[in-house]
């Protein structure tokens, strides 16, 4: 069973690196057959969870630590400015609390898994592996096999699964704050690629234009409503509610809305955030 587990794996990859869509043709083929598997050979089964959210059970002691804090200070977070306010709406939330977030989050990724679930550039702070994968096959029949929690299939954009780089467990000195809202960004950025229909499936990025800093790299949303307008509002209405962060973690904030901002190529095109496969 294993190595038809593996054989399946290098199938999807193959199709995934090469672009084709061979489910289109062959759909009950494939069928039960698409397992997104964890390329690490260490067995492990303890599971972590925090809250709702299972993690994949190779996350280190430390790394789950940083994220069980992530969340702990995200309970009690005060978002505050207009960016609050458009945040709470763009995000259809009836109140716009640290738990309302949570919950929000909570229904948007179900699992979250670390490097050592497979290849992740070094720089990536974060990937949503579930709404990519899902957005190649466009049917809901895509299984991930979740260390510590056994093969899941994936049979709806609410079933979530994102990826977390070796980056965005970076805290510094002097920066703790700063950069657990940033971790906080990054997990919400991730959930927004969770929903959206049609054209706007997963809220992908697009390739940034002629003259943008990132030009030619999938760092862009065509839309006002992506995953890049949410991390920078939350920058914001964090930012703004943040009495005890340091003068420096500010700039830090500050910093990092503006370049959330430069991704995001349209002030007036807003794209259809329902869910495709609720
Ligand atoms: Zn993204």
Known sequence: MKILLRACVLLSFISLLSGCN??????????????????????????????????????????????????????????????????????GLQTLTGESLLDWFEDKIQFLLDETFGYLDASVRGVNLSSSFLNVYRNPFSIFEIPGHGLVEINSQ???????????????????????????????????????????????????????????????????NGAYTIQKLFFDSALAGCDECSDMEKIELSFNSYISKESVLSDTIECDATLEIP
């Not at 997104?36 to 260490?42: E, N, Q």
């Not at 492990?44 to 190779?58: E, P």
């Not at 499936?201 to 862009?220: A, L, M, N, S, T």
């Open 158 to 224: 609410k079933v979530g699964v994102a990826q977390l780089g070796a980056p965005f467990f970076k805290i510094f000195v002097g920066q703790e704050k700063s950069d657990t809202i940033k971790q906080i960004a990054t997990l919400f950025h991730e959930a927004r690629h969770s929903q959206g229909r049609g054209a706007s499936f997963g809220f992908q990025h697009i390739p940034c234009p002629e003259g943008h800093r990132d030009v030619g790299k999938f760092y862009c949303d065509p839309c006002n």
């Open 22 to 91: 061979p489910a289109r043709d062959s759909r009950n083929f494939y069928r039960d057959m698409l397992v997104l598997r964890s390329v690490s050979d260490r067995e492990c089964v303890s599971r972590k969870d925090i809250g709702r959210i299972h993690l994949g059970c190779h996350f280190s002691d430390e790394n789950y630590a940083i994220l069980k804090g992530d969340f702990d200070y995200l309970r009690r977070m005060e978002l505050r400015g207009p960016a609050a306010e458009k945040l709470q709406q763009m995000l």
